[in-house]
């Protein structure tokens, strides 16, 4: 009988010791992901890539005279949630496509992984949007935000880094609040290292090709002609 009592009892004290255990890890807020709150790439980010569907850019090749333009197709922008086992947050997610003379553009943006970014990057890597440029021929990274710091990355195999300028001059005409990627080995374009520049509320305005080894300027294209709608 004392037996039986002492295993009731053990019994009691092993259920009362788990729940209480159970209910200190459930209310330990070092166990819950950390919220870091919404981030958007913002009216300035978007004042360089958003514009309404019909949108057109034409461009003039410097070394052949050729002739290319590019029409806006669609524009999409979403909030998605990330969260991981120490973080979470919620991003904008924004894609979009051109379509022009060489081919189909479409923009993905690439996210960051929560929990596999190092804790003195996170904050600034997660207000980054790497808009990769996926095309027919190949990959590129001719556009990386934000505009407000220099930045490395993109996606495999490239990197990419951001310049920014006042004012440029392309065919004569000015435009102003540029912004200039270089990317050191575009897939879009001959594996070749690469530059493109550009303007608020424009869009791009030039790219430009360069050689292997030397970075000899081989060709670009110039923005000769545009209609715009934000």
Request: net charge negative; charged share 25%; hydrophobic share 35%.
């Amino acid at each position: 009988m004392k037996t039986m009592k002492t295993r009731q009892t053990l019994l009691i004290w092993t259920m009362a010791v788990g729940l209480f255990s159970g209910i200190m890890t459930s209310c330990n807020p070092d166990d819950e992901p950390q919220y870091l709150g919404e981030f958007r790439l913002g009216a300035e980010g978007e004042a360089y890539i958003k514009f309404e569907p019909g949108s057109y850019w034409v461009y003039e090749n410097d070394q052949t005279g050729e002739r290319d333009s590019i029409v806006m197709q669609w524009y999409n922008s979403q909030m998605l949630h990330f969260e991981g086992r120490t973080r979470d947050y919620y991003r904008e997610h924004i894609q979009f496509q051109w379509r022009g003379n060489s081919g189909t553009y479409d923009f993905i943006t690439s996210h960051l992984f929560v929990d596999l970014t190092p804790q003195e990057q996170f904050n600034k890597s997660i207000r980054r949007w790497n808009l990769a440029t996926h095309k027919v021929t190949g990959t590129s990274t001719m556009i990386y935000f934000p505009l407000d710091y220099n930045v490395g990355g993109s996606v495999s195999g490239q990197r990419v880094e951001l310049k920014r300028y006042d004012s440029l001059q392309v065919k004569g005409q000015w435009y102003f609040d540029v912004a200039e990627f270089e990317v050191s080995n575009d897939w879009i374009w001959d594996s070749k290292p690469t530059k493109y520049f550009w303007a608020k509320h424009v869009g791009l305005i030039k790219r430009e090709k360069y050689a292997h080894w030397t970075n000899e300027y081989t060709e670009g294209w110039h923005l000769i002609r545009y209609q715009v709608t934000p």
